[in-house]
């Protein structure tokens, strides 16, 4: 088999339609035993949940080739529990992790084509979602779930390398005080698609969003989590239930206290108090790590490191995650899962 002709390298993160994708249908209490499709399209009904009351999730992860060209995933048992976590928190039953772990690497397999070979700074990124269907009208948990994932590959995200960008603190809130923020569902992106837009229209990256119950402290930088190095060289992350728990910022957390032995807190981050901070960044599974060039607030840009340059410590924590993503670096026991 040959790889899809490609320009791997140019690829943006955006929506390609691949060959094969996995669906498995929940009904009287059970899940089928689910199967690959071509087709890209769903057909649910005009009642179901997902479309009335926002009873649906979804997660994020990638594939990544190997220099010895075996493919595999990135803590994909984490992605599973945060599923299982937000489903809690709506109702809906959980995908168990096996299922969810077999479904990725279906659907990695049947795509092999699309999946961007080693040294393209490309990756297959993976859609796993639930969705509440079947005929409904009140405001209760569907009696029907379909459990599906669908891939694409997407390029590297710093094409020029990485570059810092600025963030302004917004005045909306993206969940609750006692919410969902910590559940991937798709209502608080809904919710963050206005205060985005005023943002870049402002000619800022994205928004910073406060804590909702004090608009003191900062809790997520756009769809990703917040973290910052102080000048003494401490790893700090912000600690919130209304936080979505990113896989990536507590592997960076754990990149940082055991490959490079620096000190790290989960703690309240006051945004009067951003001058502890030598470096900041935003971080999830897209980027990895996108630099914070500078934070706006209260009419003034606080500036960390740089504005067009990231700081060395930034740097060498993306270079650790990324080196153990593509299997360069030795990975922690049981982050990694062999696809192929
Ligand atoms: C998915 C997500 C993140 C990042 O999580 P990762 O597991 O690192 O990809 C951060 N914030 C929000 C709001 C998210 O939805």
Redesign the pocket.
Same mark, same amino acid.
């Given at each position: 088999m040959t790889k899809a002709p490609l320009e791997w390298g140019k690829l943006a993160f955006s929506y390609m339609k691949t060959d094969y994708r996995y669906i498995s249908h929940w009904k009287n209490g059970a899940w089928d035993e689910g199967r690959l499709v071509t087709d890209n399209t769903l057909s649910i009904s005009e009642g179901s949940t997902a479309l009335h009351y926002g009873q649906q999730c979804f997660?994020?992860?990638k594939a990544y080739t190997r220099k010895d060209g075996h493919i595999q995933l990135f803590r994909p048992d984490?992605?599973a529990a945060?599923m299982q976590a937000t489903c809690d928190r709506i109702m809906m039953p959980h995908v168990p992790t096996e299922k969810f772990i077999d479904a990725c690497d279906q659907v990695v397999k049947a795509n092999w084509k699309y999946v961007p070979p080693y040294g393209t700074g490309a990756t297959l990124y993976l859609r796993p979602f639930l969705i509440g269907v079947g005929d409904n009208i009140g405001v209760s948990p569907a009696k029907e779930y379909i459990f599906s994932v669908f891939c694409m590959p997407v390029g590297p995200y710093f094409k020029g390398g990485m570059t810092p960008v600025n963030f302004m603190v917004s005045n909306y809130d993206?969940a609750a005080p006692n919410g969902t923020g910590a559940a991937?569902v798709g209502g &608080?992106?809904a919710g963050s698609l206005l205060p985005h837009e005023e943002a870049v229209h402002k000619g800022f990256a994205d928004c910073i969003y406060l804590d909702p119950t004090t608009h003191t402290k900062i809790e997520?930088v756009g +769809?990703? &989590?917040f973290f910052g190095i102080t000048k003494d060289g401490t790893f700090v992350t912000p600690k919130s239930p209304s $936080?979505?728990?990113? $896989?990536?910022?507590y592997s960076l957390l754990e990149v940082a206290k055991n490959y490079f032995g620096m000190k790290t807190e989960e703690r309240d981050v006051y945004i009067d108090k951003i001058e502890e901070f030598a470096e900041a960044g935003a971080?999830?599974? +897209?980027a990895v790590i996108t630099p914070i060039g500078g934070i706006y607030h209260k009419g003034k840009l606080h500036v960390f490191h740089s504005e067009t340059e990231v700081g060395p410590t930034t740097k060498k924590l993306y270079e650790t995650l990324v080196g153990i993503q593509y299997g360069d670096v030795k990975a922690p026991e049981g982050w990694i899962h062999l696809v192929d």
């Open positions: 997660e994020g992860l984490r992605n945060r993206r991937k &608080n992106y997520e +769809a990703a &989590n $936080i979505l728990p990113s $896989i990536t910022k971080c999830g599974t +897209a």
